[in-house]
Structure formats: C-alpha cells, structure tokens
C-alpha cells in the first residue's frame, strides 16, 4: 500500500510512519515542521520506501494515489496550540478537510488523530466513547479542543454523506522518545528539568491525574484501528491513572535525580482528572497497553538524556491565570 501520512514530523506522525515502513508499506510523510522536526525522520535519510513532502495541509493538494490516509497533523501540546491558535483551529478543520478530499478522490481508508480532550474537563470518570464531554469553548484551551471536535464531525460527515471508510482514535496522553522536551507537556517538562537537576514545575497541587500511554502501545492500537471496520470514536491510552505528584515521583526515581519540586498555579480549564475507558478498544481490537509507566519512562531515559545533553530545556506553561493576591 501507498500510505500517507500527515504531520509525518512530529511524535507520533513519525512513529507511525516507521511502524508502517515496517510493515511492508510506502509512506508518503506530509508535514509543514511548524511543531514537528526533521530530526524526527533523520533515521529515514536513504529509505527508497519514504518520501517527505514540505506542505501545509491547509492548502489543497494532491500528491497522487494513495489507499490510506493518517491524518495527524496538529500541534497538540497546550504550549504549542496556545501558541499558535488560528493554525491550530484551521489545520483541525481545512486541513482536515483537504486530507479526507485525498481520500475521498482516491477511494482509501482514512484514519483521524483525535484526543481525548474531546472529554473537555470531564465530568464522566473514567471516559468512555459515549461521553459527549465537558469543553469550554471560548477558554484557552477551546483552539485545540473545538478543532479536534470540529474534525470529529467533519470525518463522520465524511463517511456518512461521502461513504469515505474512516476511523477515529481518541488518543490520551501518550511518551515515549520524540516527544519533545521542550514542548511543554508534563513528562518532558519533568524529565528534561530532573536531568538538568532544575526544580519539577507542578501545575496547581499536583492532585490533578494523567493516564499515559508508551508509544508503542499507542501506535499498536492506531495500527489495529485502521485495519477495523469501527467508524466511531475508539479511545486508545493506558488506563492506568496517576497523579501528576506520582508521575514526579516516579521521574524522580527513574533520573535518580534530587531535583526539589516547585509549586506554580494551574493553568486555566487544566482537566481534573483523566482516565480512558479502554473496554470497546479491547473488545474491538484485542488491544491493551503492555508498558507501565516505570518501564516506559526507563525506555524513554537515554532519548531525554540527549535532547539535555544538547541543550533542550523545559517550557513554562503560557497560560497561567493571574495569582491571587
Ligand atoms: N503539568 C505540570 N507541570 C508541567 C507541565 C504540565 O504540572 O511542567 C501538568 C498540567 O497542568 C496538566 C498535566 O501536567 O495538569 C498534563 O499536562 P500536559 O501539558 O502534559 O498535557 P494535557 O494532558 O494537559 O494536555
């Protein structure tokens, strides 16, 4: 198969794109690098199977037959999508249009990158698929939640009025090497500060919990989905849920690091508490998570120990509400 992939650069987008030249397939990376990196697709240099296209997804294109589209192309860490919001809303929405125009011309499968912030700051604990969500849509975070929801029903209304074959993966917090360590998102933020023995960041009192998937187990899902035939949503993370004070503990443990944890206020709509209802997921699929958190975070150490080595820092949230007093 001819496969194409957009935001081919980023994390996720570039483990996909390994995980599908490992199964025999040609791959067609779409990204315009305004979050992901060259440095992601390095290791492809010379892979007669791999081509890179530079170009914005919100400009049509056609870059000829393929018979499968992951669309993954999105900022999706707060820092960036805060950053660059307007990009974010319209690569959500033209650019996903454009990406289901290619599969709609050339009759392929199509596979959707959606978040689990779908759930908003949730209400429904654990979230199941069928749980509408509890999104602010005006606050900060609304230019990435309301995009990936707006996708959301544009690939459905894809299917449902253009019978294109689509699927769509909810996917929760997920690391893993890739991840950028200054993107901002708690496990790089953490990892990158303990490595530089910096104070930990903790937003609010750290009670607020993540569920996180290692990559593999992640992209093993993505993988299992598009060969379904489910069009609605499947939540695809590791249900295991952690406070973001024992996600610090545990870096703490795995760097070895005695860095001091430091309090800073909780940036605005920052969810409570997150936690995939992975049931359909294992029904459907027969997939679960095989890696904890402790032997990811020890799989992901040699990756951030070279992104400090070359100077990577951590971000600070963009967000913060005004302190009191
Ligand atoms: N967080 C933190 N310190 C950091 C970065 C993030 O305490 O340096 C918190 C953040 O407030 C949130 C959680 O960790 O409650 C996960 O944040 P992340 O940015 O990784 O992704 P999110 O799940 O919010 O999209």
Not at 171 to 194: E, W
Not at 203 to 210: L, P, V
Not at 261 to 266: A, G, S, T, V, Y
């Amino acid at each position: 198969m001819r496969v194409l992939v957009t935001g081919a650069a980023g994390f996720l987008g570039s483990h996909l794109c390994d995980a599908l030249l490992a199964a025999g397939h040609r791959v067609a990376g779409v990204d315009n690098l305004s979050t992901g990196k060259l440095a992601n697709l390095a290791h492809l240099t010379g892979e007669s199977r791999f081509e890179l296209i530079e170009h914005d997804i919100c400009q049509p294109f056609d870059f000829g037959r393929v018979d499968f589209v992951f669309n993954f192309a999105s900022p999706a860490s707060p820092v960036d999508y805060m950053r660059i919001g307007v990009e974010t809303l319209l690569v959500g929405s033209a650019g996903t249009r454009n990406a289901l125009e290619a599969a709609r011309t050339y009759g392929a499968g199509f596979l959707h990158a959606s978040t689990s912030e779908c759930y908003g700051d949730p209400v429904e604990h654990p979230q199941s698929e069928s749980y509408w969500g509890h999104v602010n849509p005006v606050g900060p975070r609304s230019v990435y939640d309301e995009a990936k929801r707006f996708s959301e029903a544009l690939v459905m209304a894809y299917h449902r009025y253009y019978q294109v074959d689509t699927r769509l993966v909810r996917i929760f917090n997920t690391y893993g090497p890739r991840l950028q360590g200054s993107d901002g998102r708690v496990i790089s933020n953490l990892m990158t500060q303990a490595l530089h023995g910096e104070d930990l960041t903790i937003y609010g009192d750290g009670t607020q919990t993540r569920s996180f998937c290692y990559v593999s187990d992640e992209i093993d899902g993505i993988l299992r989905l598009s060969r379904s035939e489910e069009h609605l949503p499947v939540n695809i993370g590791n249900p295991v849920e952690w406070t973001i004070l024992e996600c610090a503990q545990q870096i703490l443990e795995v760097t070895g690091s005695s860095s001091k944890i430091r309090f800073e206020p909780l940036p605005q709509d920052d969810p409570v508490q997150r936690q995939p209802d992975i049931s359909k997921a294992q029904r459907l699929l027969g997939w679960e998570p095989k890696i904890d958190l402790r032997t990811g975070l020890q799989l992901s150490l040699d990756y951030f120990r070279r992104s400090v080595e070359r100077g990577e820092r951590a971000t600070p949230a963009l967000s913060s509400p005004p302190q009191a007093g």
